[in-house]
């Protein structure tokens, strides 16, 4: 097997939304904003290659969209999902299956683009594309607080291909999915059944973190971010994980810190707190 990061762009988003009920003063130590109170994010996607399977995990923000719906975003830097892609040896045609955590718009809006004739269809033509009914059904009727994440354009033509699969929900905790090779933890603090996944990989278990733990900032347990539908739900999912991630060594994929691909964690006699920050190279 092998994993290879892949940068699908860079991003801002405010502060305050992202760190929640924290005040700046503590949040900007790890996450320093500009004058417009935004911090730098990033849309880290991962790449499994194994045997002939070609598994993309998340397919960041995409380029749909308008120039007004980018503006509140701030774009940055010249990475792409297809150019990433591309880099790390691949075409999008040898994509098999493509994983989304879950359809809020920064996580899935590059698994489909436009086409000459202007309509929405999927990228990966020779994919799956993988997703939990109980979400897809929360995200294509969405509640009011979340439904500017949940963008049509970039759900039903995915439905529309017929290269929709769901995977259900098994026991609590990590289950292992045949069908992908890999484990799947659910949690429903941020969103409805976001789909955590959790790899094998050079003798480490590498945990795709999505938005269970947005940055290496968002460690001590009350940094939950404002857009977090199920704050208190949130609160336990990541004590039970963090917990979890130091007994068991896992080592976290971040794909929204910018500037750490994957982390450590260590226990302290503040709790848990940031260990060390490595790449997929040093594993």
């Avoid at 003063?25 to 004058?35: A, E, G, I, M, R």
């Avoid at 010249?78 to 989304?100: C, Q, W, Y």
């Amino acid at each position: 097997m092998n994993l290879y990061p892949i940068n699908a762009g860079n991003f801002k988003l405010d502060g305050g939304a992202m760190f929640g009920v924290v005040p700046k003063s503590l949040w900007q130590k790890t996450n320093p904003s500009d004058s417009n109170n935004l911090i730098d994010l990033t849309a880290r996607c991962m790449l499994i290659e194994s045997g002939s399977r070609l598994i993309l995990v998340d397919a960041g923000m995409g380029d749909k969209q308008s120039e007004k719906f980018f503006s509140y975003y701030k774009p940055w830097g010249d990475d792409s999902l297809i150019r990433s892609i591309n880099n790390a040896g691949f075409s999008i045609d040898e994509i098999t299956d493509v994983f989304l955590t879950h359809l809020h718009f920064d996580h899935c809006g590059g698994a489909t683009v436009l086409n000459n004739n202007n309509v929405s269809v999927p990228l990966f033509k020779n994919a799956k594309y993988w997703s939990n009914k109980n979400h897809w059904d929360w995200a294509t009727s969405p509640n009011s607080r979340e439904k500017a994440s949940f963008l049509n354009e970039n759900l039903i033509p995915i439905e529309e291909s017929g290269q929709l699969c769901f995977l259900d929900v098994k026991s609590p905790g990590f289950n292992h999915y045949d069908e992908l090779g890999f484990d799947v933890l659910f949690v429903d603090g941020h969103t409805e059944k976001q789909m955590i996944p959790k790899v094998s990989y050079s003798g480490k278990e590498v945990v795709f973190m999505a938005d269970l733990l947005p940055t290496a900032g968002h460690i001590p347990l009350p940094y939950i971010m404002g857009y977090d539908v199920r704050p208190l739900t949130s609160l336990e999912e990541k004590r039970r994980f963090l917990n979890l991630a130091v007994k068991e060594g896992y080592c976290l994929f971040m794909e929204h810190d910018a500037h750490n691909q994957i982390i450590t964690l260590k226990e302290t006699e503040k709790g848990i707190r940031f260990g060390d920050s490595l790449s997929l190279k040093d594993l």
